[in-house]
């Protein structure tokens, strides 16, 4: 029996509404991309069912997106593939997120090798340590550096893509961009949370573009369901899927991009067209880290992203705990064990933001990464933690035996991401997460040069580095700005396997700003220590901390936890934790088990 659980799910809610009817897709079709039903899915906590297919699986944030790649793979394309057309539409459907505008980590997996592709942003030739201060050489506050030019480092994603279809693609290149370009034609509706993001973000408004695109005359965002056509995209996306590369980082879209930037009315940036261009010189192939946790191999991202890192600190340090005797009850952690959790967190934060940044501009301790995650460097930081009290603030530890003489960067807020995991026929895999930073990223659309409607909103990616230069101390802080330098990042795209038989046995991976770190290690902890399945770990409640007070999302731990962890000193944050797991499992049966985060819009599809 074939499986079309997300097909089905979504006919179901649109006949319910619209009482229409839906035929089963067919299947080995050449690929002629038909606009499917859009339903609209609230924005909250919406329960999803997992699903469970035979032959390949695709998820992501958006239903139209999930489809995009489901037609891919029905094709004959495979999970790069799928992926370049899923990440085409989410610059459509979900701009407030990830898109062309902005960057990406791509893992691959060929049955054979990982292969890793780093489409992270670059700072400008212009850009310099000083970018985020004032005059009087403080630091610009948060909002004032994200909403200008200054935040805008040179997009990533479209080269990223480019390189991954090159090795790994398998139907032709502009096959692709047909659901995108179809959907920016002919309009999409628009879902309530787009609406609602839309609604609570005043600073868009402010940007010509945008502001003549999803708002009304009255400065009103256009309604949930309103038919959103985007024909400046359309026209972009057509010129790079018949021209390459070319068509975005050369010409009339370059110029655009910098010309936007240039010319904001209050904070301009210095990006020119040539350091648009020059994105075309970077190298977008790098080495994946991998590394073991019980009988497990988890592969990940190596910096300029921390998440592989403290993911596996955090697992590392754990393992050297004594496990208290309950870690799981009705589906909620322990306050004993969300105790070990935070203190491992806060120690794997605390050498994140000392130690970690890009590569070509940072030396890692010891000349190695992988010291920080020497087992052990990760025992004699376990040796720190108390079963009776939280340590409050952890100290870096002195991986590769001796300290830096480096500034410790002070928390820096990160928002908006999407992630997508897909596991074709073949077996092969891609972990694939997608960024403009903060939602809508600065604020600034470009609609190409093409003086068209619409167009693609730009990142704000550069506000990754630490504000300030040097710390307290007057220490260099390694994830300054530096002109051609890639900022940090928190994005943990993630491939596991077992570590004995070299068996891919999940793709997995969240948005969520710093606090992917804490998602995804969740997802890994809850499928692989917890005998979870892929949706009953993603649907586990959140937690996280950043080397400071710990956070639980609201409304879903008992008061008796709560009170257990402030009798261990914690202070406690309740909030929302809003993140977007989406993860593939292959079962023991050599099937595949989807599951997607019920506080975003995603689904999986597949056969």
């Given at each position: 029996?074939?499986?079309?659980?997300?097909?089905?799910?979504?006919?179901?809610?649109?006949?319910?509404?619209?009482?229409?009817?839906?035929?089963?897709?067919?299947?080995?079709?050449?690929?002629?991309?038909?606009?499917?039903?859009?339903?609209?899915?609230?924005?909250?906590?919406?329960?999803?069912?997992?699903?469970?297919?035979?032959?390949?699986?695709?998820?992501?944030?958006?239903?139209?997106?999930?489809?995009?790649?489901?037609?891919?793979?029905?094709?004959?394309?495979?999970?790069?593939?799928?992926?370049?057309?899923?990440?085409?539409?989410?610059?459509?459907?979900?701009?407030?997120?990830?898109?062309?505008?902005?960057?990406?980590?791509?893992?691959?997996?060929?049955?054979?090798?990982?292969?890793?592709?780093?489409?992270?942003?670059?700072?400008?030739?212009?850009?310099?340590?000083?970018?985020?201060?004032?005059?009087?050489?403080?630091?610009?506050?948060?909002?004032?550096?994200?909403?200008?030019?200054?935040s805008v480092g040179v997009?990533?994603?479209?080269?990223?893509?480019?390189?991954?279809?090159?090795?790994?693609?398998?139907?032709?290149?502009?096959?692709?961009?047909?659901?995108?370009?179809?959907?920016?034609?002919?309009?999409?509706?628009?879902?309530?949370?787009?609406?609602?993001?839309?609604?609570?973000?005043?600073?868009?408004?402010?940007?010509?573009?945008?502001?003549?695109?999803?708002?009304?005359?009255?400065?009103?965002?256009?309604?949930?369901?309103?038919?959103?056509?985007?024909?400046?995209?359309?026209?972009?996306?057509?010129?790079?899927?018949?021209?390459?590369?070319?068509?975005?980082?050369?010409?009339?879209?370059?110029?655009?991009?910098?010309?936007?930037?240039?010319?904001?009315?209050?904070?301009?940036?210095?990006?020119?067209?040539?350091?648009?261009?020059?994105?075309?010189?970077?190298?977008?192939?790098?080495?994946?880290?991998?590394?073991?946790?019980?009988?497990?191999?988890?592969?990940?991202?190596?910096?300029?992203?921390?998440?592989?890192?403290?993911?596996?600190?955090?697992?590392?340090?754990?393992?050297?705990?004594?496990?208290?005797?309950?870690?799981?009850?009705?589906?909620?952690?322990?306050?004993?064990?969300?105790?070990?959790?935070?203190?491992?967190?806060?120690?794997?934060?605390?050498?994140?933001?000392?130690?970690?940044?890009?590569?070509?501009?940072?030396?890692?301790?010891?000349?190695?990464?992988?010291?920080?995650?020497?087992?052990?460097?990760?025992?004699?930081?376990?040796?720190?933690?108390?079963?009776?009290?939280?340590?409050?603030?952890?100290?870096?530890?002195?991986?590769?035996?001796?300290?830096?003489?480096?500034?410790?960067?002070?928390?820096?807020?990160?928002?908006?991401?999407?992630?997508?995991?897909?596991?074709?026929?073949?077996?092969?895999?891609?972990?694939?997460?997608?960024?403009?930073?903060?939602?809508?990223?600065?604020?600034?659309?470009?609609?190409?040069?093409?003086?068209?409607?619409?167009?693609?909103?730009?990142?704000?990616?550069?506000?990754?580095?630490?504000?300030?230069?040097?710390?307290?101390?007057?220490?260099?802080?390694?994830?300054?700005?530096?002109?051609?330098?890639?900022?940090?990042?928190?994005?943990?795209?993630?491939?596991?396997?077992?570590?004995?038989?070299?068996?891919?046995?999940?793709?997995?991976?969240?948005?969520?700003?710093a606090a992917i770190i804490?998602?995804?290690?969740?997802?890994?902890?809850?499928?692989?220590?917890?005998?979870?399945?892929?949706?009953?770990?993603?649907?586990?409640?959140?937690?996280?901390?950043?080397?400071?007070?710990?956070?639980l999302e609201e409304e879903?731990?008992?008061?008796?936890?709560?009170?257990?962890?402030?009798?261990?000193?914690?202070?406690?944050?309740?909030?929302?934790?809003?993140?977007?797991?989406?993860?593939?499992?292959?079962?023991?049966?050599?099937?595949?088990?989807?599951?997607?985060?019920?506080?975003?819009?995603?689904?999986?599809?597949?056969?």
């Amino acid at each position: 029996m074939r499986f079309h659980s997300a097909f089905y799910i979504i006919c179901f809610v649109v006949s319910a509404v619209m009482l229409t009817g839906c035929d089963e897709p067919s299947t080995d079709r050449p690929l002629s991309y038909a606009i499917p039903e859009q339903p609209e899915l609230p924005t909250g906590f919406t329960p999803k069912p997992g699903w469970e297919t035979s032959e390949f699986a695709v998820a992501a944030a958006n239903p139209l997106a999930t489809d995009a790649g489901y037609q891919i793979i029905q094709a004959g394309g495979s999970a790069v593939d799928a992926a370049i057309a899923v990440q085409l539409v989410l610059t459509l459907v979900e701009p407030q997120s990830s898109g062309i505008g902005g960057g990406a980590f791509l893992l691959a997996w060929d049955g054979e090798q990982i292969h890793a592709y780093n489409g992270r942003e670059t700072a400008p030739s212009a850009a310099d340590e000083n970018l985020f201060l004032d005059d009087d050489g403080e630091p610009l506050s948060f909002a004032e550096s994200v909403r200008s030019g200054l935040s805008v480092g040179v997009p990533g994603t479209l080269a990223l893509l480019k390189t991954a279809h090159d090795q790994h693609g398998v139907l032709p290149w502009a096959d692709l961009f047909q659901p995108a370009i179809t959907l920016s034609e002919q309009g999409f509706n628009i879902s309530p949370r787009l609406h609602s993001l839309l609604m609570s973000d005043d600073a868009l408004r402010n940007d010509d573009i945008a502001a003549a695109f999803y708002y009304d005359e009255n400065g009103d965002p256009h309604p949930v369901g309103h038919n959103l056509k985007n024909p400046a995209l359309a026209e972009i996306l057509g010129e790079v899927a018949n021209e390459g590369l070319s068509a975005f980082y050369e010409g009339r879209v370059a110029e655009s991009i910098a010309e936007r930037v240039q010319n904001h009315p209050e904070r301009p940036g210095q990006m020119t067209p040539e350091d648009v261009t020059g994105y075309l010189d970077l190298e977008m192939s790098t080495e994946a880290m991998c590394n073991e946790w019980k009988t497990f191999e988890i592969c990940g991202f190596p910096p300029p992203s921390s998440g592989h890192l403290a993911i596996m600190q955090i697992l590392g340090i754990m393992e050297h705990f004594e496990a208290p005797e309950t870690a799981l009850q009705d589906s909620v952690p322990s306050a004993n064990w969300l105790h070990q959790f935070f203190e491992a967190s806060k120690m794997a934060f605390a050498d994140r933001n000392k130690y970690v940044a890009d590569p070509l501009f940072a030396d890692a301790p010891g000349g190695d990464w992988q010291s920080m995650l020497d087992d052990v460097y990760l025992s004699g930081r376990a040796s720190l933690f108390s079963y009776d009290q939280t340590m409050g603030t952890a100290e870096p530890g002195y991986p590769g035996g001796e300290q830096a003489l480096l500034g410790i960067q002070s928390k820096e807020p990160e928002r908006g991401t999407s992630h997508i995991s897909i596991i074709d026929r073949d077996g092969n895999a891609v972990s694939m997460t997608t960024t403009i930073e903060s939602g809508f990223g600065s604020r600034i659309m470009s609609d190409g040069g093409t003086g068209l409607t619409g167009g693609f909103l730009l990142n704000n990616e550069l506000t990754d580095f630490s504000s300030t230069p040097i710390d307290e101390d007057g220490n260099l802080i390694a994830n300054r700005v530096e002109a051609g330098k890639r900022p940090r990042s928190s994005m943990s795209p993630t491939l596991i396997f077992d570590s004995e038989s070299g068996q891919l046995l999940a793709t997995v991976g969240s948005p969520g700003g710093a606090a992917i770190i804490h998602y995804t290690a969740k997802a890994i902890i809850g499928m692989y220590d917890w005998g979870l399945n892929a949706q009953e770990a993603i649907d586990l409640p959140n937690f996280t901390d950043f080397n400071s007070s710990p956070v639980l999302e609201e409304e879903r731990f008992p008061d008796s936890i709560i009170d257990a962890l402030e009798a261990l000193g914690h202070d406690v944050v309740i909030r929302p934790l809003t993140s977007g797991l989406q993860g593939i499992q292959v079962t023991e049966d050599g099937r595949l088990y989807g599951g997607a985060d019920p506080r975003r819009e995603g689904v999986v599809m597949g056969e």
